[in-house]
T-cell receptor, first 115, second 113 residues
């Protein structure tokens, strides 16, 4: 299995509080991704990173920010959490960006509940 | 990306081969067929992928028809731990940007003792 660790695995917090989720990889892969998974919507990309300090928006980036100061760590921050951000969040990594011949590997997810 | 169609659910007896079909009739020449699965409460797990030729790894075999419009994932000896939702996805060789992975509704495979 790919060496991907997400933390925390579960979190409950209140509306309006800041939340940071961490994704740590031991594979030295260049690309890292944050997705959220909700019933009826499947997996949706929030942000991705193509290198240290290089990030870009995905399809549902509003309300989220990311940072990548080291190859192995990719942080997802909810600046002021809202109930609509209650979801399961998955981190993924891949060796390359454009080649369809390289799979993405996923972490086990963080279950986030915002009350 | 090409659209995929999979049966909603399937059952398979433990120890038998599980054959999961996928239709991707609009696939283009530069698109790979990927299979992932998601076991309850876990992240999606990569299984196998292929372009034109049949592929086999330690988890499964992938059979792609000659016209590439459909494929079949084969789990040769299904176990209870193979109970999961299986997703068939097509992705281009060069996405020109981020590798967006679009999961459809998948096939819920139930392995029965």
């Amino acid at each position: 299995d790919a060496g991907i660790t997400q933390s925390p695995r579960h979190k409950v917090t209140e509306t309006g509080t800041p939340v940071t989720l961490r994704c740590h990889q031991t594979e030295n892969h260049r690309y890292m991704y944050w997705y959220r998974q909700d019933p009826g919507h499947g997996l949706r990309l929030i942000h991705y990173s193509y290198g240290v300090k290089d990030t870009d928006k995905g399809e549902v980036s509003d309300g989220y920010s990311v940072s990548r100061s080291k190859t192995e760590d990719f942080l997802l921050t909810l600046e002021s959490a809202t109930s609509s951000q209650t979801s399961v969040y998955f981190c993924a990594i891949s060796e390359s960006e454009g080649l369809g011949n390289q799979p993405q590997h996923f972490g086990d997810g963080t279950r986030l509940s915002i009350l | 990306d090409a659209k995929t169609t999979q049966p909603t659910s399937m059952d398979c007896a433990e120890g038998r081969a599980a054959n999961l079909p996928c239709n991707h009739s609009t696939i283009s020449g530069n698109e790979y067929v990927y299979w992932y699965r998601q076991i309850h409460s876990q992240g999606p797990q990569y299984i196998i992928h292929g372009l034109k030729n049949n592929e086999t790894n330690e988890m499964a075999s992938l059979i792609i028809t000659e016209d590439r419009k459909s494929s079949t994932l084969i789990l040769p000896h299904a176990t209870l731990r193979d109970t999961a939702v299986y997703y068939c996805i097509v992705r281009p060789l060069d996405s020109g940007g981020y590798q967006k992975v679009t999961f459809g509704t998948g096939t819920k495979l139930q392995v029965i003792p």
